[in-house]
């Protein structure tokens, strides 16, 4: 009972959450491109969200699942500033840095360019992806689309939507919130990810990630 009732608050906190930023979507969307954005994010989420829910509910066969994963809150600042931040410093602290047109389009293109990657890492994955850090029981280690270069291409896409969400409103608290809230939520729950994996896999995924990056290539 305090199960279901914990999660019923948790399900009304993010419907609130999400008529939160469709509503700065819809306050933005007059004189920024990028509150676009925000209103097609919050439709997605709230019509999605049903789904979502079932989901993560119905039964699976899983071999192999992070107890006690905190790696979720870790990150959920992260994408709060991200979000909401960006555009309430748009409306209220409009002038702290220059908001020209082509801050707007490029924006849009790191995050058109963030949904085509995280689209391909979802069709690479296919029915092996889930929100939750586990491992089914018919799990494959996938190496191919974007894993064949990079292990967590979703992440990257989350930090390049980041920065389009930052520049398109010229948000210097977007901007400080990527390095200081969300990229450290990240590299936590990669960290988490792949002490599951190795332990899942063993050798062969000591052997993929000696040939792959984890987020940048060249870099890390």
């Known amino acids: ?19 939160a930023l469709g509503y700065l979507g819809i306050i933005t969307c007059q004189h920024n491109l990028t509150g676009w954005f925000l209103i097609l994010t919050a439709l997605a989420y709230g ?6 829910l079932w989901s993560n509910l119905k039964k699976e066969a899983i071999a192999h699942q992070e107890r006690q994963d ?3 809150w870790f990150i959920l600042p992260g994408f709060l500033f991200i979000f ?14 220059p908001n020209p047109h082509w801050f ?41 689309g974007p894993y064949h270069l990079i292990r967590h291409p979703a992440y990257v896409s989350y930090i ?8 398109g409103f010229s948000s ?4 400080i919130a990527i390095p200081l809230f969300l990229v450290p939520g990240l590299i936590y729950r990669i960290s988490v990810e792949e002490k599951l994996l190795s332990e899942e896999f063993g050798e062969q995924y000591v052997q993929y990630t000696r040939l792959t990056w984890r987020l940048i290539p060249g870099i890390w």
């Open 84 to 97: 909401y931040a960006p555009p309430l410093e748009y409306i209220y602290m409009s002038g702290i840095i």
């Open 47 to 52: 019509l999605g969200g049903p789904y979502l």
């Open 172 to 175: 210097l608290i977007g901007l």
């Open 160 to 167: 390049i939507m980041s920065l389009g969400i930052a520049f």
């Open 104 to 144: 707007q389009i490029i924006g849009l293109v790191l995050i058109t360019a963030s949904l085509l990657l995280l689209t391909w890492a979802r069709l690479a994955l296919k029915g092996m992806y889930s929100g939750r850090i586990r491992v089914k029981t018919d799990h494959a280690l996938i190496q191919n």
């Open 1 to 19: 009972m305090v199960f279901l009732m914990k999660r019923g608050w948790i399900i009304i906190c993010a419907y609130l959450l999400v008529c």
């Open 70 to 72: 905190l790696s979720f």
